[in-house]
């Protein structure tokens, strides 16, 4: 199994990036596909999650209506296309495969999978 993110880069606030994270090794929709990111000298922090099997979507309070998940069958990817992004966005973003679609999607320790990171700098 293997994810890897991408995507990141250093953008102006307002601005927007869609972060992708290519599935290899397992198919995306039968799994919780989630994002995570790390600010420094902060604790590891849920963002969204794709929940393919029970056609849901999950988003932290701080995101909601700015981002959006997503994911593309024949790609086998998942995208978290991020609008308005502020400072507090600013974060080395993780993506993570679950395979149990009715555990608690917003707890890390639940994703068996990790990708590296992809570092979101968002400053002017």
């Known amino acids: 199994v293997q994810l890897q993110a991408s995507g990141g880069g250093l953008v102006w606030p307002g601005d927007s990036l869609r972060l992708s994270c290519t599935v290899s090794?397992?198919?995306?929709?039968?799994?919780?596909m989630g994002w995570f990111r790390r600010a420094p000298g902060k604790e590891r922090e849920f963002v969204a999650a794709?929940?393919?099997?029970?056609?849901?979507?999950y988003y932290s309070d701080s995101v909601k209506g700015r981002f959006t998940v997503s994911g593309d069958n024949a790609k086998n990817t998942v995208y978290l296309q991020m609008n308005s992004l502020t400072a507090e966005d600013s974060a080395v973003y993780y993506c993570?495969?679950?395979?149990?679609?009715?555990?608690?999607?917003?707890?890390?320790?639940?994703?068996?999978?990790w990708g590296r990171g992809t570092q979101v700098t968002v400053s002017s």
């Open positions: 794709l929940n393919h099997r029970r056609s849901r979507t």
């Open positions: 090794g397992l198919t995306y929709r039968a799994y919780v």
């Open positions: 993570a495969a679950n395979p149990r679609p009715y555990s608690d999607v917003l707890a890390a320790s639940e994703y068996d999978s």
